[in-house]
């Protein structure tokens, strides 16, 4: 039986607590929320904030009260981004072709785009992706070093913001990449090309869409990797539940042993700061 409770205050009274997941919707109520529980001494998890409000004040709060603070970076954890960033070495200058997109009124289709977070200008659809995105772009291909951003509106949406993104990328180790983001596909990609010399990676975002390039074949080969997909009914196939299951793993060896996460709310500051430039916010 799960025990359910109108709000914290009374969770604590009846029941015996010291961990939290926040997953609320939208986004922009995780901040006060994320407060609440720290200030309550509990360990939080918490999906994406998509904005910094209350970063530097709930960082410098856990570590007084001795929490720890857990933030979702799902695609770190992915089978294939991390087979990807076991083998894209910095002997060699790598270059990345990457898109994803998808119609904003079909990410929750049980909803009206309106009213969903993704509609909203301060969480928009564009700023999620690229908040997905690039916390595992930067740790395979390296800190980035400067970009060239060509956005605008060729939608019909009832939205405010750009919704489709170009985005030319340097990165400090001379890596490079296309990245390439938006609401609009009507169908729904995740196409990732990677490549150096007599070196190739493709993949489709999901685990039968993963190849590399075998030179004695001089083809593509498949890429199997140990992790069998989980799915959930209603999504699309390439939202995978592997990866939620492993950063929970990773969220609870932080909190009982003290490992630290592969993703933190450092990491995400500085990934947010971007955002907002590409944004053209700074």
Request: hydrophobic share 35%.
């Amino acid at each position: 039986m799960i025990e359910c409770f109108e709000d914290l205050d009374s969770a604590l009274q009846h029941a015996s607590i010291n961990v939290t997941f926040i997953c609320t919707s939208p986004p922009l109520s995780h901040n006060s929320i994320i407060n609440e529980c720290l200030k309550s001494k509990l360990h939080v998890f918490t999906e994406l904030n998509l904005v910094s409000d209350g970063y530097n004040d709930n960082i410098k709060l856990a570590k007084e009260n001795d929490c720890k603070l857990f933030l979702s970076s799902t695609l770190i954890y992915r089978e294939e981004i991390r087979y990807l960033e076991k083998n894209i070495n910095n002997r060699e200058k790598w270059n990345y072709i990457y898109h994803i997109g998808q119609y904003l009124p079909d990410w929750h289709p049980w909803e009206n785009y309106r009213d969903f977070f993704a509609g909203n200008t301060r969480t928009n659809g564009c700023r999620e992706i690229m908040a997905i995105e690039l916390p595992w772009i930067v740790k395979t291909f390296g800190n980035i070093e400067r970009y060239n951003v060509i956005s605008d509106k060729i939608t019909s949406l009832d939205i405010d913001y750009d919704d489709n993104y170009m985005l030319q990328i340097s990165h400090s180790n001379g890596n490079k990449g296309v990245l390439i983001i938006d609401v609009v596909s009507p169908v729904a990609v995740r196409n990732l090309e990677v490549y150096t010399e007599n070196k190739y990676y493709k993949w489709g975002g999901m685990p039968d869409t993963f190849f590399k390039y075998e030179k004695a074949v001089d083809g593509l080969e498949p890429i199997y990797l140990d992790e069998q997909e989980e799915h959930v009914e209603g999504y699309r196939k390439f939202v995978v539940e592997n990866a939620y299951r492993n950063e929970i793993k990773g969220f609870f060896d932080f909190v009982i042993n003290g490992k630290e996460p592969r993703y933190n709310f450092e990491d995400d500051l500085k990934i947010l700061d971007m955002i907002d430039r590409m944004e053209g916010i700074h």
